[in-house]
């Protein structure tokens, strides 16, 4: 039975090599295009997005709270909806389709968003800074506004899971030219997307801060409305993978038939000779070594005399009966679970810089210098955010990984694992600066304050310049964390499930903006109590943000900690190529075990 097995799989592998079309990989050609529709895409979603808690705590009236969480939910809603898109694309739609619809609904919600600062009757009555206390919006005025969010959260699901994975499709993976392009693509895409978050942070958001929140909405829209013609315009040369059904339907069969299977014992034999082994012909999934991790899934696997083959070496019931293949492909999904929860405490940092920073910035005296007028919005700061990651990533990319190849022979120079280490140590760092920083804007605020913010507190005589040093920590931790997170999850995970892969990094996101809306709402709440006093009352000046951003440290440290151990743990997922596996060969156990960091 075992030869028959066997000559089955190569049969398979033959079939895939002969019959597999020949696919015309354009590369860095098709990159204009793609990059392209990805940059205006982040300047006209991050245009609206940058400066939408100062829209609804300006324009809309909101409390400082309320706008936090509002965008918290949002964000977190946004990024978890990429999962529900990538799910769609890799089963039913591909890509190429799903970026074209979702770019266009986004193009509405931007519109739908500007029509609100358009239109007096959209939004409520402005409120002067002589007044105390303002009108809030009315149910319609904000049911208008949520329509304009949800047909972002639509766009968000498809493009954000999807436009990385696209990218990557325009490579040969089996080429070292395609290997290094896929690598080199990871890179320069968040270079892009950085460049672009710095174009809106600035130039857009001055424009709504300084000019008028009609025109800055509208570019956005324009902006968006650009990115799809320029994707459109690349479609005669890209790769357009074809959805291969559902994804995962492959892995829940496996869970549901190892807990049916779970009292029976695994035999004695190496698993890739004793359990079912079948590849399916035109598999689009590398085949996957054996794995001696989460060994209770191998009894999805085992035969039994009610399970029946089919004549071409296919399980009859793939509820009754999974292939090890198919179990080595959850066991890459479950593997990669413990990195994700750590990268959702990671991303706490990021979440602060994008909220109680603005409030920060708006109490700090803005003015470049002294003499000046000049004022940087709020929101503009987090522009050093994304200075720090474009200027570090070029370098890092053509500088030092080269060098540190030269040392490890690593073809990252060092490993995805070590990479994300690297950026979660600094998110910590960037905390208890960011705490140090707001102990001493708050201290000068109450003894030299320099104006009072309207509706708010005093103005301190802080430089906004001082919190630049905890930007740049967060986007250096970004450029380690953010990128080795994305280009982990995408070669860790098995290829149809690559836009589910891109999804689960958006995810982690939204986990993360759920937590903070979390830790938000019990700190404001239980501290409001406290001897301390409200640590996140409407003015700064009088709470104590300085201890919430120690406490987030604090966890940033154990989150490490946590990484560290899961780092240990952890296998990556090799091909049965790269592990000169073969049917007649039993690797020890102990060498295939773990792996390190």
Same mark, same amino acid.
């Given at each position: ?25 354009? !590369? ?57 898109? #990538? ?22 919600? %931007? ?24 009108? !809030? ?12 969010? !949800? %047909? ?26 395609? /290997? ?35 025109? $800055? ?24 993978? /074809? ?56 009894? #999805? ?23 090890? +293949? ?21 991303? *706490? ?21 002294? @003499? ?14 994304? %200075? @720090? ?36 140590? *600094? ?16 201290? *000068? ?18 430089? !906004? ?19 080795? +997170? ?46 301390? $006093? ?10 104590? %943000? ?52």
């Amino acid at each position: 039975m075992m030869t028959m097995e066997k000559e089955s799989m190569e049969n398979n592998e033959k079939h895939v090599t002969e019959n597999d079309p020949k696919i015309n990989y354009r !590369g860095w050609k098709a990159m204009p295009f793609i990059i392209g529709n990805e940059t205006f895409e982040k300047l006209g979603a991050i245009g609206t997005l940058a400066n939408l808690l100062v829209y609804l705590t300006t324009v809309f009236n909101l409390k400082n709270i309320t706008a936090t969480n509002i965008i918290n939910i949002f964000n977190g809603s946004t990024n978890f909806a990429t999962f529900i898109g #990538a799910f769609l694309s890799d089963t039913y739609f591909g890509r190429y389709k799903t970026i074209g619809f979702c770019t266009f609904t986004s193009f509405l919600g %931007l519109l739908l968003i500007q029509l609100t600062a358009v239109f007096k009757n959209l939004h409520p009555p402005h409120c002067g800074k002589e007044m105390k206390t303002c009108i !809030g919006p009315t149910a319609g005025q904000m049911a208008f506004l949520v329509s304009g969010f !949800g %047909l972002l959260l639509i766009g968000a699901a498809g493009v954000r899971p999807c436009n990385l994975a696209f990218g990557a499709d325009q490579f040969n993976p089996n080429t070292d030219s395609g /290997k290094k392009g896929i690598n080199s693509f990871f890179n320069w895409y968040f270079f892009t997307f950085t460049f672009a978050q710095m174009v809106s942070l600035t130039l857009i958001v001055y424009v709504q801060s300084n000019v008028s929140w009609a025109i $800055g909405l509208g570019i956005p829209a324009a902006l968006m409305l650009i990115s799809c013609l320029v994707y459109f315009m690349g479609s005669k040369i890209y790769v357009k993978v /074809k959805p291969s059904g559902s994804p995962i339907t492959g892995i829940v069969q496996v869970l549901v038939v190892a807990v049916k299977k779970r009292s029976l014992k695994l035999p004695a034999e190496h698993p890739m000779l004793s359990l079912f082994n079948y590849v399916p012909p035109m598999s689009v999934n590398s085949k996957l070594p054996y794995t001696f991790q989460f060994r209770l899934l191998d009894k #999805a696997a085992i035969v039994t005399p009610k399970d029946k083959i089919k004549p071409d070496g296919s399980a009859a019931d793939p509820w009754n009966l999974c292939s090890i +293949q198919q179990v080595e492909e959850a066991k890459c999904v479950v593997r990669v679970l413990p990195i994700w929860f750590a990268a959702i405490v990671y991303h *706490l940092v990021i979440v602060q810089m994008h909220t109680l920073l603005v409030f920060q910035a708006l109490q700090s005296d803005r003015r470049l210098r002294r @003499s000046s007028n000049f004022k940087i919005p709020g929101a503009s700061f987090n522009v050093f955010l994304m %200075l @720090s990651m474009t200027l570090w990533l070029p370098i890092y990319d053509r500088i030092v990984v080269p060098f540190l190849h030269r040392i490890t022979g690593k073809e990252g120079g060092i490993t995805l694992l070590q990479r994300m280490g690297i950026g979660i140590f *600094l998110s910590a760092l960037c905390m208890l600066v960011a705490g140090v920083v707001e102990e001493h804007r708050r201290s *000068l605020a109450l003894t030299n304050p320099i104006g009072v913010q309207p509706r708010k507190g005093a103005i301190s005589s802080m430089s !906004g310049l001082w919190l630049i040093p905890q930007l740049a920590l967060a986007g250096l931790s970004e450029s380690f964390t953010a990128v080795g +997170q994305v280009e982990f999850y995408y070669k860790q995970f098995p290829e149809n499930m690559r836009s589910i892969a891109g999804s689960l990094f958006y995810c982690g996101m939204a986990g993360s903006s759920y937590l903070s809306t979390l830790l938000i709402s019990i700190v404001h709440n239980t501290s409001e109590k406290s001897a301390t $006093g409200n640590w996140l009352p409407e003015d700064l000046n009088k709470g104590r %943000l300085d201890f919430f951003y120690y406490m987030i440290a604090a966890l940033e440290i154990m989150n490490l900690g946590y990484f560290l151990l899961c780092s240990k743990w952890y296998k990556y997922k090799e091909t049965a190529s790269s592990s000169n596996l073969e049917l007649n060969q039993v690797p020890k156990q102990s060498e295939t075990s773990t792996i390190g960091v």
